[in-house]
């Protein structure tokens, strides 16, 4: 496997909601950044999955974020999209694009918001 300009960190935990061979759904867990940046290079979602996945994700590439379709606040917690391939990354990037993807969101709060 070639390097990768993203650290694997097998000490990401993450729940993996569903899993096939050309994409994943995983679950992120609140207060966890879901790309590398400033002052969280190794912390990340996508490190974690690096680990677990990196000799697919890294045929993707960083032109598609390493298969990672989308992200979710640090604070936010929900499921996100990975595809393992090109042909799996490009239809669900369109679907996404097109807004034929619908995402939802919920919010809990204490009070009146």
């Known amino acids: 496997m070639p390097a990768l300009p993203v ?6 935990s993450f729940a993996v909601l569903h899993e096939d061979e050309r994409v994943a759904v995983v679950a992120k867990p609140p207060r966890m950044v879901s790309t590398p940046g400033v002052g969280h290079t190794t912390d990340t979602l996508l490190n974690g999955l690096i680990a677990r996945w990196g000799d697919r994700l890294s045929q993707l590439g960083a032109s598609r974020s390493w298969g990672l379709l989308h992200r ?5 917690s929900g499921a996100l999209l990975v595809a393992f391939d090109v042909p799996a990354y490009a239809a669900l990037r369109e679907q996404f694009e097109s ?3 619908r995402k ?10």
């Open 7 to 12: 650290e694997a960190n097998p000490n990401v």
């Open 72 to 76: 979710l606040d640090r604070e936010t």
């Open 99 to 101: 807004r034929q993807m």
């Open 104 to 113: 939802f969101y919920w919010a809990v709060v204490m009070g009146a918001p």
